[in-house]
């Protein structure tokens, strides 16, 4: 089904198991998707939470979207589920970038401002110094988004994580995660990576 996420923000049908679930709104109509998002909340939630279950594809409900991991989902603009991840909600929003502690809100606003240009569905890209970039931060090299992991760059495809080369350590590269993000990770905070990436 079209509900797989990929680094760029992207929804696509591949066969990519997901390691979480979480939503940006209601974006289908029957099983097709027929919007990029519904808002600014773009949550990354558990796959198991208390044992609720819900169908997807209900109508008038949030879309279910799946990550391969955390990573992914952090390039493609969403935080965690501040019900079903509340330690990892928490031990993000503790690791914000700032002098006060954020609100969800003002992590959703921030958020939304820094993953798309202003009135479009395009993503934006943050030019930033390749050294000091952290683990778990995904960069843009041509149309291929590539994940900093390990003092290397992996290549990620719709199959999964590819072809590992060395990071550069001169010069900018466009970043696909957030910049609120990336000082979250930068501070600290243990994301989630597929060990296939390693």
Known sequence: MRNRV?????????????????NRGVLHDGHEIVRFHA??????CALEFRGRWREQWLPNRYTHLF???????????????????????????DAWPGPATPSAAGMNRRLH???????????????????GLPDGVFVLRGR????????QLTEWTTAGYGTRRKLPRAGT??????????????????????????
């Open 6 to 22: 990929t680094p760029t923000g992207d929804v696509v049908d591949v066969p990519l198991r997901g390691a979480w679930t979480g």
């Open 173 to 198: 590269v466009p970043v696909l995660t957030p910049p609120a993000t990336v000082a979250v990770l930068r501070a600290g905070y243990p994301v989630q990576i597929d060990d296939s990436a390693r």
């Open 144 to 151: 291929h988004p590539e994940l900093v992991v390990g003092g």
């Open 39 to 44: 808002g600014d909340l773009w949550i990354t």
């Open 67 to 93: 990550f391969p991991d955390e990573a992914v989902s952090f390039a493609a603009g969403h935080r965690p589920c501040a019900e079903c991840r509340r330690r990892a909600y928490t031990a993000y929003r």
């Open 113 to 131: 401002a820094e993953r798309l240009v202003r009135g479009t569905h395009l993503r934006r890209r943050h030019e930033l110094p390749w050294a």
